[in-house]
Nanobody
Framework: QVQLVESGGGLVQAGGSLRLSCVAS????????MGWFRQAPGKEREFVAG????????YYEDFVKGRFTISRDNAKNTGYLQMNSLKPEDTAVYYC??????????????????????WGRGTQVTVSS
C-alpha cells in the first residue's frame, strides 16, 4: 500500500508562490507516476499536472501552463508542484495522486483521476486578492 502525504500549502497573496511537496512511502517511488489535482469549494476535482515515473514526460492543464512546474526527486521519494504567479482562482485543496506504471503516456490518461490508485489527503492553498 502506498501512502502519500502532501505539504506546503498555505495562505499567499495574489502573485506569490508556493511549493507543494508529496512524500510517498510503501512502494519504490520510481515505479510510480504522479499527478496533482485540486478541488475548490463547490467544484469538481480537476487535473493540474502530471509526471511520468522517470520525470521525462510532463503534462499540464492549460490554466497552469507557464505558472506551475511539476517535478520529482526519486532519491527523496518526493514529488513537487512549484506554483508561481498565483491567482485567487487557484484557491483549492491540492491533492497528490499516484499509480504504479502508467499504461499510457498521454495527456488524457494522466488527466483522468480514475486512472490513479493512490491519493493523499490534500493540502489547502488559499490565494488572497
Amino acid at each position: 500500500q502506498v501512502q502519500l502525504v502532501e505539504s506546503g500549502g498555505g495562505l499567499v497573496q495574489a502573485g506569490g508562490s508556493l511549493r507543494l511537496s508529496c512524500v510517498a512511502s510503501g512502494r519504490t517511488f520510481s515505479s510510480l507516476s504522479m499527478g496533482w489535482f485540486r478541488q475548490a469549494p463547490g467544484k469538481e476535482r480537476e487535473f493540474v499536472a502530471g509526471i511520468s515515473e522517470s520525470g521525462g514526460r510532463l503534462y499540464y492543464e492549460d490554466f497552469v501552463k507557464g505558472r506551475f512546474t511539476i517535478s520529482r526527486d526519486n532519491a527523496k521519494n518526493t514529488g513537487y508542484l512549484q506554483m508561481n504567479s498565483l491567482k485567487p482562482e487557484d484557491t483549492a485543496v491540492y491533492y497528490c495522486a499516484a499509480r504504479a506504471r502508467s499504461r499510457y503516456y498521454t495527456f488524457s490518461y494522466f488527466q483522468n483521476p480514475s486512472t490513479y490508485d493512490y491519493w493523499g489527503r490534500g493540502t489547502q492553498v488559499t490565494v488572497s486578492s
